[in-house]
């Protein structure tokens, strides 16, 4: 019989070649004999059978980890438009007292002081300032002058109304004109508005003004100027719930 892998000649019934490979593997398993046989098949099912496991293991932690980042975002991304659906429900909204005044807003405007607008030498106090992705409220008053409480003392909204009618209003070369609404002057407009509304700087802005005896209180909404058709009578809403001090 010759080897297989060398082509020397083996005797009958030997189990191994002088070049030490198996010639009878089939014939040594069937005896007890063939202990060397047997153990070779033996590591050599043992190395396929580690080949397999190593070439099929899965690392576990990078999963559990993804599954988690995605749970995350999921569970952010639900509250996210959630919040944004609760805009325009007014079983969402609730009063916010502020300095000075308060408002009824969605739950989903949170108040960001670092966004409001600040004019250098304006005689106007910053009260606050609502923001969430597609809408946001600003707040703000000055103190009246001598001349201006004396002028409007005893005035009712028409009245200041009417004077206001006299006035010739331009903005972004839009001709304004005011209105009356629930004790207080507005006027609507598309203006450009910088990181007001998310990335968007095109607004959207109902302007409103209220006088009270010792300060003159400016109000405004806004929301994209796409959205206004959504959200503006939402927006009215919130403006008509102001109550200064």
Request: hydrophobic share 35%; net charge negative; proline share 4%.
């Amino acid at each position: 019989m010759e080897c297989p892998y060398c082509g020397r000649e083996v005797q009958e019934g030997a189990v191994y070649c002088e070049c030490g490979r198996p010639v009878n593997v089939a014939g040594a398993s069937a005896g007890s004999s063939a202990g060397p046989a047997t153990t070779f098949q033996q590591q050599l099912n043992s190395q396929t059978l580690a080949s397999v496991q190593r070439k099929v293991k899965v690392p576990v932690l990078p999963i559990i980890l993804m599954v988690a980042a995605l749970i995350a975002v999921g569970v952010f991304l639900f509250l996210h438009f959630r919040s944004l659906s609760n805009i325009t429900k007014e079983d969402t909204w609730e009063t916010v007292e502020g300095k000075g005044f308060t408002i009824v807003l969605p739950g989903a405007l949170k108040e960001d002081t670092d966004k409001m607008l600040t004019v250098q030498g304006s005689d106007y106090q910053k009260l606050a300032f609502y923001t969430s992705a597609p809408c946001a409220v600003y707040i703000e008053r000055r103190a009246l002058s001598d001349y201006e409480k004396q002028t409007y003392a005893g005035l009712t909204t028409k009245d200041i109304l009417d004077q206001y009618k006299t006035r010739t209003l331009k903005i972004n070369g839009q001709e304004v004109a005011f209105d009356q609404r629930s004790g207080y002057l507005y006027c609507d407009y598309d203006v450009h508005r910088p990181n007001y509304i998310d990335d968007n700087d095109e607004v959207y802005a109902i302007e409103a003004m209220r006088y009270t005896n010792d300060y003159l209180y400016e109000f405004y909404a806004y929301c994209d100027v796409k959205e206004k058709t959504k959200y503006r009578e939402s927006m009215f809403k919130w403006l008509d719930s102001f109550k200064p001090e």
